[in-house]
C-alpha cells in the first residue's frame, strides 16, 4: 500500500512489525551487553553499539507509523538501520582475530595478525562515516542531485563492505582448512571444538555482507518490488541482523576465546582429561 501523506515512504510504515523489531533488538542488545561485561571482552561492544543503532533505528521508525512525513523519524532511522550492521560487523572482524590468536594459528594469516586489529578497525570505520554520511546526504536534502550522489555513495560503500568482509572470510577459511590438515596442540586440547565455533563467521558474514548488502543495493539501483514493500527490508535486512545477534549470544566466541586464550598448560591438561571422560560417558 503507497503512502498517501508524502514520498518520504513509499509505503506505509507497520505499527507491528517496527514494535515487533524494537522488542527483539532490545533483548538481543541487553543480552550482549551483559555476556561482554560478564566476560570482559571489549571486542564486543560493537554488537552492542549495533544493537542500540537497530532498536533506535526502529523506535524511529515506529514514531513514523504516526506520522510517515516526519522528515526527523525518517533520517533517523534511515541513517541507524544503514550503520547498524556495519557496526556489528566491527566486532566479527575483532572476534576473527582473537580466534585466530586463541588457535595459535597466526603463521597462517594473510595479512599479519599484528596488523589486523588496526587495519579491520580503521578500515570498517572509514566506510562507516563515508556509509553515515550518504545515508545522510540521502534521507536529509530534497536536491535531486545530492540525493543520486548519495546514493552513489551507498552502492560504493555497500561492493567495497562486501569485498573486504568476504575477504576476511576467505582468510578465516583458509585458516580453518589448514588447521584440519594439522590441528595445533592449543586446537586439540584446549579448543576442541573450534571447528564448529568457526562456522559463526560464515553466517556472519554470509547474512550482512551478502543477504543484506545486496539486497540493499537491488534497493538502490531501483527494485520497485522492494521499495514499495516494507515487509521485505524487515525479512532481508531487519530481522535477519536478528539472527545474527542471536546466534552470536548463544555461543559468545569472544568470550570463548579469551578462555582459551588465558588457559595455562595444567589447565589444559584437566580441559583434556574432562573432555575425554565426558566422550567416554
Known amino acids: 500500500m503507497e503512502s498517501m501523506q508524502c514520498e518520504l515512504y513509499l509505503y506505509t510504515p507497520s505499527f507491528p512489525l517496527a514494535l515487533v523489531a524494537i522488542i527483539i533488538f532490545s533483548v538481543l542488545t541487553t543480552i550482549h551487553f551483559l555476556r561482554m561485561t560478564r566476560a570482559g571482552t571489549w571486542s564486543g561492544v ?9 532498536t533506535s533505528g526502529y523506535t524511529a521508525r515506529l514514531f513514523s ?30 572476534a576473527m582475530i582473537e ?22 578497525l580503521s578500515m570498517n570505520t572509514v566506510l562507516a562515516l563515508i556509509q553515515g554520511i550518504g545515508g545522510i546526504m540521502t534521507a536529509s536534502s530534497t536536491n535531486v542531485t545530492i540525493i543520486a550522489a548519495g546514493t552513489k555513495v551507498g552502492i560504493a560503500i555497500f561492493i567495497i563492505q562486501l569485498v573486504f568482509w568476504l575477504f576476511t572470510l576467505a582468510e578465516n577459511t583458509y585458516i580453518t582448512i589448514r588447521l584440519r590438515r594439522g590441528s595445533s596442540e592449543t586446537s586439540q586440547s584446549a579448543f576442541p571444538t573450534w571447528k564448529y565455533w568457526s562456522q559463526l563467521f560464515g553466517l556472519a558474514v554470509s547474512i550482512i555482507a551478502l543477504g543484506r548488502n545486496i539486497m540493499r543495493l537491488t534497493m ?10 516494507e515487509w521485505t527490508s524487515y525479512a532481508f535486512d531487519g530481522y535477519q541482523m536478528a539472527v545474527v545477534l542471536g546466534v552470536w549470544a548463544i555461543w559468545y566466541l569472544p568470550g570463548k576465546c579469551r578462555d582459551v586464550s588465558e588457559m595455562t598448560p595444567h589447565s589444559m591438561s584437566l ?7 565426558s566422550d567416554e560417558t
Not at 46 to 54: E, N, P
Not at 220 to 229: A, H, K, R, Y
Not at 271 to 277: A, C, E, V, W
Request: aromatic share 14%.
Open 46 to 54: 560493537y554488537f552492542v553499539f549495533g544493537g542500540v543503532a537497530q
Open 99 to 120: 580466534f585466530t590468536r586463541a588457535l595459535k594459528a597466526e603463521r597462517f594469516c594473510w595479512v599479519p595478525v599484528n596488523l589486523q586489529r588496526p587495519l579491520y
Open 220 to 229: 538502490d539501483g531501483g527494485i520497485e518490488f522492494l521499495l514499495v514493500n
Open 271 to 277: 580441559y583434556r582429561l574432562h573432555t575425554r571422560g
Open 65 to 94: 507509523t504516526q506520522n510517515p512525513c516526519n522528515k526527523v523519524a525518517y533520517g533517523i532511522q534511515s541513517v541507524l538501520l544503514l550503520v547498524g550492521p556495519t557496526l556489528m560487523m566491527f566486532s566479527v572482524n575483532l
